[in-house]
């Protein structure tokens, strides 16, 4: 009988490996926070600080500018300080940015703020993704499914804390300040849990995926080029879909925050569980399999209305949960000799795109709804036609990604794990 056996990498880590890996989940629970609670206030931040939608639409797109900065960032400096460094610099952004948001002050503040935010989000991901394939280099697609369970459910998470406060503190003028220094509670705990934990030390590794030139080399080349361009599409079909739907499909009967709970539920006991589906079909299969199921999702969520956009939205959430951790999974197995860096620039590229697709889905909704409004129609029947003509038009994302893996998949033999 054949037995299971650690790598050396995790031999050497030890018991620090899952000490490392809940520290990485807690640090994504508080991305995801602010993605549930702090994105989601801008609109009344927008009121309070009496702000242009123009300077809401700009507050919010530091965080996406942010996110790939760091990326970008914390992949140069990996081989060469290691992930502690880089989750020092993730938890003080965090900090400094929810800080700055209680004290914004108005337009400039919440700029300043967002941007941190979003730099510490793209840190978390520039230090963790790749700490975890290290450590788990035996199973790494799988592992990094676990890990990014905690982006859905601290999306959860994130959302009842915000309910909690709202529904205990009604009557404060300060109670979106509340919301944002929930987020420093597990803040303060993931940061505790970076200086009192031993970091891999990568400095002991002369292998390739630790040469930086080497990994820019590796980086020029058709997968991985390709690999980026499908990460932004990968990613707006999931967070660009998800940021909209609930706004768009409201006037259909259907509640948001049930729609939320169902979307990030199935997502995280999907990725929970991506083990023996990621060995099953291997990363590919996966992706491609993802595409269909979530065109399909989508498709139905265009024609959806009352209790059947509820289905919808299990077929949307079953489709899409694989997308991220798959992708990064992806890279680390086939385009290994790019190192920390490869990992951190599809991370990058995937919030970079789902940046500049925002404003695209948003003048798609302008112009459905001006549409429906010449034609006739008021009230709901409005938000309605304009939601699902938007969401008809969001349909051509995944289904580029089913043309797309579908080629990369009866192509796989042509590219080995490298």
């Not at 965080?63 to 992930?83: D, E, H, Q, S």
């Not at 934990?197 to 991985?224: G, H, W």
């Not at 991506?274 to 139905?300: C, D, E, Q, R, W």
């Not at 709804?369 to 969401?391: C, S, V």
Request: proline content about 3%.
């Amino acid at each position: 009988m054949a037995t299971t056996t650690l790598s050396d990498t995790e031999a050497n880590v030890g018991i620090q490996a899952q000490r490392l890996f809940t520290l990485s989940c807690v640090a994504l629970c508080v991305t995801a926070m602010t993605f549930a609670i702090r994105a989601g206030m801008l609109n009344d931040l927008g009121g309070i600080f009496n702000l242009s939608k123009e300077q809401i639409g700009w507050t919010a797109a530091m965080a996406f500018f942010g996110f790939p900065a760091a990326t970008i960032f914390g992949g140069l400096i990996y081989n060469n300080t290691g992930p502690r460094l880089i989750m020092i610099i993730a938890f003080l952004g965090h900090l400094l940015g929810f800080a700055l948001t209680i004290f914004a002050g108005g337009f400039w503040g919440l700029m300043l703020s967002t941007f941190l935010v979003g730099f510490a989000n793209g840190a978390v991901e520039a230090a963790c993704n790749p700490m975890i394939a290290s450590m788990y280099s035996n199973n790494k697609t799988t592992m990094l499914n676990k890990f990014h369970v905690w982006f859905p459910g601290g999306i959860v998470v994130g959302a009842l804390a915000a309910l909690a406060v709202k529904k205990i503190f009604n009557d404060l003028d300060s109670t979106w300040q509340l919301e944002i220094a929930v987020m420093i509670i597990p803040t303060l705990f993931y940061g505790w849990m970076v200086f009192t934990t031993k970091f891999p030390d990568v400095s002991k590794d002369t292998t390739d995926e630790t040469d930086t030139a080497k990994n820019l080399r590796a980086m020029v080349s058709p997968v991985f080029i390709f690999m980026c361009f499908l990460m932004s599409i990968t990613a707006t079909s999931e967070l660009g879909t998800q940021q909209w739907v609930g706004s768009l499909l409201e006037a259909s009967g259907a509640n948001p925050l049930v729609i939320l709970a169902i979307v990030t539920g199935l997502m995280a006991v999907g990725r929970f569980f991506a083990g023996p589906l990621v060995h099953a079909l291997n990363p590919v299969g996966v992706l491609l399999g993802s595409a269909i199921v979530t065109s399909i999702g989508v498709y139905l969520l265009s024609i959806a209305t009352g209790n059947m956009t509820y289905l919808a939205a299990v077929v949307f959430a079953i489709g899409v949960c694989y997308f991220w951790p798959t992708m990064v999974g992806f890279i680390s197995e086939y385009k290994s000799d790019t190192g920390a860096l490869g990992m951190s620039i599809i991370g990058g590229c995937g919030m970079m795109g789902l940046g500049m697709w925002q404003p695209v889905i948003g003048r798609w909704i302008d112009s459905a709804t001006l549409k429906a409004t010449e034609a006739g129609l008021t009230g709901d029947a409005i938000q309605l036609a304009a939601g699902q003509e938007t969401l008809s038009k969001i349909l051509l994302f995944p289904l580029v990604l089913v043309v797309s893996f579908g080629m990369l998949y009866f192509l796989r033999g042509k590219f080995q794990k490298s």
